[in-house]
């Protein structure tokens, strides 16, 4: 069984604060809880891209947002936690140097935010001949014998008009699907019915009582074949 330890409950959402206000409440309950080891957060000191990018590289949020995280097997709770989805990498805050940090990326096993995005993560350790695999990171968005996997990223963009912009963030994203140690990546509907063997016939039913598009909400789409797949297939 996993060992399970609860770190800080920042009562205070990290949410629309700043540095300096973070600091200044979890210092004041740090030493009474149980921090984050020192080998899980040794990514080193974070730094925030420079103002001449527009936008952020954030998933869902700037801010922090309270989730789990679980670090070589052992998961810590009501973590402020902010995922940079162009480097790949998790941020936490420690509030006794008041400072953002990088936790090491080959240490985590998966994470989730339990506020605003209510979105779970985990690792992934290879993904051959794919570019924006990056660090491993992929959104769960169904599990099952069959996993429908979301991987995010972002991207920049040289900025040609003038401005006081020298690039910008543009955000992206691939589904995936994943049935045991085979991977396969969604770019038409055809890959879902290959993959998963299903009848074309019953699937465009469905589709259609549920009013789905796949090229209008493939996120949705995906979701409802997967899920009717893994139902077929406990």
Known sequence: MKQIFTLALFLFGF???????????????????????QETISGGFYVDPPPSIQGDPYF???????????????????????????????????????????IKTDKINAFSFLEKSKSNFVKIAENPDYSHHGNGFYEVVASGKVDLLDKHYKTRKEKRELSKYTSEFLEKNDFWLRKGDEM???????????FLDLEK??????????NLIFKSDKRAYLLMVVSHYNDQNP
Not at 29 to 34: H, K, L, M, V
Not at 78 to 102: A, G, K, M
Not at 184 to 194: H, Y
Not at 201 to 210: G, I, N
């Open 15 to 37: 949410w629309g604060v700043s540095v300096s206000q973070e600091g200044s409440v979890a210092s004041n309950i740090y030493q009474s809880n149980i921090p984050l080891h």
């Open 60 to 102: 869902s949020s700037k801010n922090f947002e309270i989730g789990n995280l679980t670090v070589n097997g052992i998961t810590y709770q009501n973590v402020p936690l902010l995922y940079n989805i162009y480097s790949d990498e998790i941020i936490t805050f420690h509030p006794e140097h008041r400072q953002r940090v990088l």
């Open 184 to 194: 396969r990546l969604v770019r038409k509907k055809g890959d879902v019915f290959d």
């Open 201 to 210: 016939k019953e699937v465009r039913k469905m589709a259609k009582q549920q």
